[in-house]
């Protein structure tokens, strides 16, 4: 199993959640962080090479059928433009939200059902990285508590994180959003009752590619999300 947890952070003023006027407030989660682990992926390297090195040319899908055999976990087959089987490596994890129980103070605004959130700003940091393979753009996504795979068409993505290098870390930059990915987060906020995912992982189309001659993934991302917002009434 890949672990990956995310750490979201909303600033708040010393003097409490919520003003005087109720009209606006900061919004404050527990610090929470993601990791990468290649020790998830459970790849190993002999078995790696001989799934890496099979030919494909006259059965494309037996990269498919084989891939379990050289990696678990997250990992899935397909047959490469040399004719050659490479690994598909996925990331994908989430994060239970819920505001109502991480900020019981939500309490005292007359249990109103919605809320009037704006997102300041969201941004990520990669604090440290040993991975010995390029992490691809991923994205960030909010769901249904239920839903947990980023590729689930209720999974709705608000940004992205860009490809990280292998052992690059990263300052702290803002996260891009999608098109309707802010609005999407603040719609998600606003209903403040119902719990949801925040999810991040890698799509159908864009995962970590392994082929011949490269090693096994090793080594370990750390990273961190700051969502910044606040909220009236």
């Known amino acids: 199993m890949i672990y990956l947890r ?4 909303a600033l708040v003023p010393a003097c409490g959640l919520i003003d005087s006027d109720v009209t606006n407030f900061n919004l404050d989660l527990p610090d929470k962080q993601f990791s990468v682990d290649a020790s998830g992926w459970q790849v190993n390297q002999m078995a790696a090479d001989t799934f890496l090195n099979m030919s494909c040319s006259s059965s494309p899908s037996i990269c498919s059928s084989a891939a379990t055999q050289a990696c678990p976990m997250n990992c ?11 690994l598909e490596l996925n990331i994908s994890a989430y994060k239970g939200i819920d505001l109502v129980t991480e900020k019981p103070e939500l309490k005292q605004i007359d249990d109103r059902p919605v809320i009037s ?6 941004r990520y940091t990669v604090t440290a990285n040993t991975l010995n ?3 691809p753009e991923m994205g960030v996504y909010v769901a249904p508590i239920t839903v947990m795979d980023p590729k689930d068409p209720m999974a709705k993505q608000i940004g992205i994180i860009e490809a990280v290098p292998a052992g690059a870390t990263v300052a702290a930059k803002d996260m891009a959003y999608t098109p309707n990915g802010k609005q999407t987060l603040v719609d998600t ?3 403040y009752k119902s719990p949801f995912n925040v999810i991040v992982g890698t ?3 864009n995962p970590i590619v392994i082929t011949a001659g490269q090693p096994v993934p090793m080594g370990k991302l750390d990273a961190v999300i700051q969502i910044r917002a606040h909220a009236g009434l």
């Open 117 to 122: 959130v704006e997102v300041d700003s969201v």
């Open 76 to 86: 899935s087959g397909r047959c490469g433009a040399s004719s050659r089987c490479e």
């Open 203 to 205: 799509s159908a189309t």
């Open 6 to 9: 995310l750490w979201i952070l």
């Open 189 to 191: 906020m606003s209903s």
């Open 133 to 135: 393979v390029n992490t």
